[in-house]
């Protein structure tokens, strides 16, 4: 069955910096895809990034972009320039596009900007 | 145009009654999931249709019940509520434009059982 872990469980850090969440999975399929949801306060989740297995250049969006190591199996999240809106639970999430499509989420990381 | 929603967003009630979610999408999209948010935000998925079938249906008491009428809502009916049903219920749909399979969210449901 498939995993996915997020260790940090809370993070900070100074506005403007940056910061790198870690995520790793577990599965022995070869094509997958992987997400960072962002939820604010607001309780909305919200997508932040994709990745498709099958391709090896790392996402990029604005100020966010991953780190895909597909043969170690992890998928972490950069943000640059972090700014105070950036403050929020990040959850890394694996889907399987085979049979249900299912989607497996981590435990979250929360995030806080300070200023 | 909200593209998933759900009422209502919050919902306060006592154990052993009967409730029910809506969830809407006018996204088009063929399938639909309830996801359950614990207190320590975890979530798990519950169940999905797809096109009216279910497809994924975990381990939930079956005091859950869903239901989905057309493909554009997928309903979660509990019944006899219980303390430990309190969290956020999240209903989501699933795009398949192209290979991009993201899920659209819902605003969420608090549900609180006293």
């Known amino acids: 069955a498939q995993t996915v872990t997020q260790s940090q469980p809370e993070m900070s850090v100074q506005e403007a910096e940056t910061v790198t969440l870690s995520c790793t999975y577990d599965t022995s399929e070869s094509n997958y895809y992987l997400f960072w949801y962002k939820q604010p306060p607001s309780r909305q989740m919200i997508l932040v990034i994709r990745?498709?297995?099958?391709?090896?250049q790392n996402a990029t969006e604005n100020r966010f972009s991953v780190n895909f190591q597909k043969a170690a199996k992890s998928f972490s999240l950069k943000i640059s320039d972090s700014q105070l809106g950036d403050t929020a639970m990040y959850f890394c999430?694996?889907?399987?596009?085979?049979?249900?499509?299912?989607?497996?989420f981590g435990t979250g990381t929360r995030l806080k900007v300070l200023a | 145009d909200t593209a998933v929603s759900q009422t209502p967003k919050y919902l306060v009630t006592q154990m052993e009654n009967d409730k029910s979610i809506k969830c809407e999408q006018n996204l088009g999209h063929d399938t639909m999931y309830w996801y359950k948010q614990d207190s320590k935000k975890f979530l798990k998925i519950m169940f999905s249709y797809n096109n009216k079938e279910l497809i994924i249906n975990e381990t939930v008491p079956n005091r859950f019940s869903p239901k989905s009428p057309d493909k554009a809502h997928l309903n979660l009916h509990i019944n006899s509520l219980e303390l430990g049903d309190s969290a956020v219920y999240f209903c989501a749909s699933r795009g398949t434009s192209g290979e991009i399979y993201e899920q659209y969210f819902g605003p969420g449901t608090r549900l609180t059982v006293t």
């Open positions: 990745q498709e297995a099958y391709k090896q």
């Open positions: 999430a694996f889907m399987n596009p085979l049979g249900t499509y299912k989607y497996i």
